[in-house]
């Protein structure tokens, strides 16, 4: 089975410049997560996906960041404006409705200066 | 929502010898607890999980033990290897039950010294 897909796998951005990352689940996983994860940290959620509906978005900053997942498959994670603590490894994720299993991808690094 | 504290940060053993990683949590509605490994610049990935209807679960090498009335389980490696080294994440359902996103530990950096 294929695994999570995710790009780009790196970006170095200024502050303020946008960017976005691309998320692709297992096929047939219907909920799809992106934690942040910041260096010598442990993952934190930044949103949660159901199909193409948002189950828990609390922890997303939601003035800069804001991500959506229109047909209920693959996602997009935007950052506008980026400031110089988004540097972190974004991870996606993916699961079968209702189970917390979680399947993650290779993550997107970001690095802003 | 859930919080997830992991003790040691960081962890140094002798080849050969045990590693233990302990966890807690706050929400005694919570009944699913995994495990996941994550080498230097790779994906975490799942390595046990345990749900509260068992006290412990064994897979090869890695056990992972349930204290319901403390709230707390751990992680148990025997007979590290140099391979086993990683950071290790505990988890815990943000919402409680098994179900929902989940909650990580800050990690624990494990080295095994040959």
């Known amino acids: 089975e294929a695994g999570v897909a995710q790009s780009p796998r790196y970006k170095i951005i200024e502050k303020r410049q946008s960017v976005a990352f691309w998320c692709n689940p297992i096929s047939g996983h219907a909920t799809l997560y992106w934690y942040q994860q910041i260096l010598g940290q442990g993952p934190k959620l930044l949103i949660q996906f159901q199909n193409n509906g948002v189950v828990d978005d609390s922890q997303l900053p939601k003035d800069r960041f804001s991500a959506e997942r229109l047909k209920g498959v693959d996602s997009t994670l935007k950052i506008q404006p980026a400031k110089l603590e988004d540097s972190a490894v974004y991870l996606c994720a993916s699961s079968f409705s209702g189970a917390n299993v979680l399947t993650f991808g290779a993550g997107s690094r970001l690095t802003v200066l | 929502g859930e919080n997830v504290e992991q003790h040691p940060s960081t962890l140094s053993v002798q080849e050969g010898d045990s590693a233990v990683i302990k966890c807690t949590y706050s929400?005694?509605?919570?009944?699913?607890f995994p495990w996941y490994k994550q080498e230097l610049g790779k994906r975490p990935q799942l390595i046990i999980d345990i749900r509260s209807n068992v006290g412990e679960k064994k897979d090869q090498r890695i056990a992972v033990t349930l204290n319901k009335t403390a709230k707390h389980f751990s992680l148990h490696i025997t007979e590290t290897q140099p391979e086993d080294s990683a950071v290790y994440f505990c988890a815990a359902p943000n919402y409680g039950g098994s179900q929902g996103n989940l909650i990580f530990g800050k990690g624990t950096k494990l080295s095994v010294k040959p």
């Open positions: 929400d005694s509605a919570s009944n699913y």
